[in-house]
């Protein structure tokens, strides 16, 4: 059974850095993409950026793009978002997701999902 679980959201003032990680576990994941996704209260789940577990090939939201980067270790069975010059509506609970081996900004394309973390960036 697949099991994702996500750590390291917190509080950070704008301009920070926080890295999350989500711990992987229940299959061999190197023909899967890891997707990260965001929802903010009141918002739709949106897409955050994806790495495709086999040769770190990486897609990010334009939102994002320059801010945030995914990573991989293998040894571990972990994704890293670690994500820097945060803004206030970066605010969001983040969850990572399973899904299938190319890249893909569809929430649909996910199968398996972590419970979230939360993060919250003060002005």
């Known amino acids: 059974q697949v099991q994702l679980v996500e750590s390291g959201g917190g509080l950070v003032p704008a301009g920070g850095s926080l890295r999350l990680s989500c711990a992987a576990s229940?299959?061999?994941?190197?023909?899967?993409?890891m997707g990260w996704f965001r929802q903010a209260p009141g918002k739709e789940r949106e897409f955050v950026g994806a790495?495709?577990?086999?040769?770190?090939?990486?897609y990010y939201a334009d939102s994002v793009k320059g801010r945030f980067t995914i990573s991989n270790d293998n040894a571990k069975n972990t994704v890293y978002l670690q994500m820097n010059s945060l803004k206030p509506e970066d605010t969001a609970v983040y969850y990572c997701?399973?899904?299938?081996?190319?890249?893909?900004?569809?929430?649909?394309?996910?199968?398996?999902w972590g419970q979230g973390t939360q993060v919250t960036v003060s002005s």
């Open positions: 790495l495709r577990w086999s040769g770190g090939t990486t």
């Open positions: 229940g299959r061999t994941f190197s023909r899967y993409t």
């Open positions: 997701a399973v899904g299938p081996g190319r890249l893909s900004n569809r929430r649909n394309d996910y199968e398996y």
